[in-house]
């Protein structure tokens, strides 16, 4: 148990858990958007690839991190696209659209890379860094924790913003009467699909933006099916976090901790079955499903088509 106590490992553990929970962080902040607003995204993780390969591939050809988010966060817009067409202009179920969604984003990505790169995966380069004065110097932690890409702070940021959003804005209401009482926002005069859409593409950028960060920064390179159900994390995340961006932010740093479990004791002499380590973060989400998932926020209108003048 010594080993777990060692300044590598802590160290490895924490910058690993917020290397993972970035990703989990933008991703199920924006599902947190969508289901406001009554749209529940199951096609997180086929946006994610989408946007963590068009992602890297803008960063490797256009030899710009910055331009890579961007192109991710393109990728993630497609997928959303899809989304609004069929489930909120259409009516479609969201459930089955989401499903065909995460299908074809794991496809496509899947060919595309093959036909791209021929079954080679290069890779990029280290990503560039921010370290806060003074805090970047504290013991054991400070490094890890406080010398990030640019990327990192403004996801902390942006938790900040979109909490304000939901509190304190026309905007943040809307997207609660869609989700909560969608004749009355009609009755009131603004267009619940109108809504629903600006919030699905809100989610789909957010989710490229996530697989974007995963596969430039967390990987350095693309893999097929790399996300490895994160996108369903994030739906766990944003409904146990009941509407609170803060909460999504907190949340998705306990589950990166879990997925970076089996890098950071690669620096240890204990010998544990990665096998077991690798159920960690899916037992986490068990837990967390049985602890709290009663109190957890779910809008009464959540996966129900708004159809004017329906019953």
Same mark, same amino acid.
């Given at each position: 148990?010594?080993?777990?106590?060692?300044?590598?490992?802590?160290?490895?553990?924490?910058?690993?858990?917020?290397?993972?929970?970035?990703?989990?962080?933008?991703?199920?902040?924006?599902?947190?958007?969508?289901?406001?607003?009554?749209?529940?995204?199951?096609?997180?993780?086929?946006?994610?690839?989408?946007?963590?390969?068009?992602?890297?591939?803008?960063?490797?050809?256009?030899?710009?991190?910055?331009?890579?988010?961007?192109?991710?966060?393109?990728?993630?817009?497609?997928?959303?696209?899809?989304?609004?067409?069929?489930?909120?202009?259409?009516?479609?179920?969201?459930?089955?659209?989401?499903?065909?969604?995460?299908?074809?984003?794991?496809?496509?990505?899947?060919?595309?890379?093959?036909?791209?790169?021929?079954?080679?995966?290069?890779?990029?380069?280290?990503?560039?860094?921010?370290?806060?004065?003074?805090?970047?110097?504290?013991?054991?932690?400070?490094?890890?924790?406080?010398?990030?890409?640019?990327?990192?702070? &403004?996801? !902390? $940021?942006?938790?900040? +913003? %979109?909490?304000?959003?939901?509190? @304190?804005?026309?905007?943040? /209401?809307? #997207?609660?009467?869609?989700?909560?009482?969608?004749?009355?926002?009609?009755?009131?005069?603004?267009?619940?699909?109108?809504?629903?859409?600006?919030?699905?593409?809100?989610?789909?950028?957010?989710?490229?933006?996530?697989?974007?960060?995963?596969?430039?920064?967390?990987?350095?390179?693309?893999?097929?099916?790399?996300?490895?159900?994160?996108?369903?994390?994030?739906?766990?995340?944003?409904?146990?976090?009941?509407?609170?961006? &803060?909460? !999504? $932010?907190?949340?998705? +740093? %306990?589950?990166?901790?879990?997925? @970076?479990?089996?890098?950071? /004791?690669? #620096?240890?002499?204990?010998?544990?079955?990665?096998?077991?380590?690798?159920?960690?973060?899916?037992?986490?989400?068990?837990?967390?499903?049985?602890?709290?998932?009663?109190?957890?926020?779910?809008?009464?209108?959540?996966?129900?088509?708004?159809?004017?003048?329906?019953?």
């Amino acid at each position: 148990m010594n080993g777990l106590l060692t300044q590598s490992f802590l160290t490895a553990l924490v910058a690993g858990g917020i290397v993972a929970a970035i990703p989990l962080m933008f991703t199920a902040l924006g599902e947190s958007v969508s289901e406001r607003a009554g749209v529940l995204n199951i096609g997180l993780e086929g946006m994610m690839l989408l946007g963590a390969y068009m992602g890297f591939l803008g960063a490797y050809e256009l030899h710009s991190m910055w331009l890579g988010f961007l192109a991710g966060i393109a990728g993630g817009l497609a997928g959303a696209g899809v989304m609004i067409l069929l489930s909120v202009a259409m009516g479609l179920d969201q459930i089955v659209v989401g499903i065909a969604i995460t299908i074809a984003g794991e496809g496509i990505t899947s060919v595309l890379q093959q036909a791209q790169f021929k079954g080679t995966f290069p890779g990029l380069g280290n990503p560039s860094t921010v370290a806060i004065p003074g805090l970047s110097a504290i013991p054991v932690l400070g490094h890890s924790v406080f010398d990030q890409p640019l990327l990192v702070y &403004l996801g !902390v $940021g942006l938790l900040a +913003l %979109v909490s304000w959003v939901f509190r @304190s804005t026309a905007w943040g /209401l809307n #997207l609660r009467a869609a989700g909560e009482k969608p004749e009355a926002l009609d009755a009131a005069g603004v267009s619940v699909l109108a809504v629903r859409t600006y919030a699905v593409a809100t989610t789909g950028a957010l989710a490229g933006l996530g697989g974007a960060y995963l596969a430039i920064v967390g990987a350095g390179t693309f893999t097929p099916f790399m996300t490895q159900g994160q996108g369903f994390m994030a739906i766990v995340i944003a409904m146990l976090a009941r509407g609170k961006p &803060l909460w !999504v $932010g907190v949340s998705s +740093l %306990v589950f990166g901790i879990c997925l @970076s479990i089996e890098t950071a /004791l690669q #620096l240890t002499s204990l010998n544990i079955s990665t096998d077991l380590i690798n159920m960690l973060p899916f037992v986490a989400i068990i837990v967390a499903l049985v602890l709290f998932a009663r109190g957890s926020y779910l809008p009464p209108a959540l996966c129900l088509p708004y159809v004017r003048g329906g019953k």
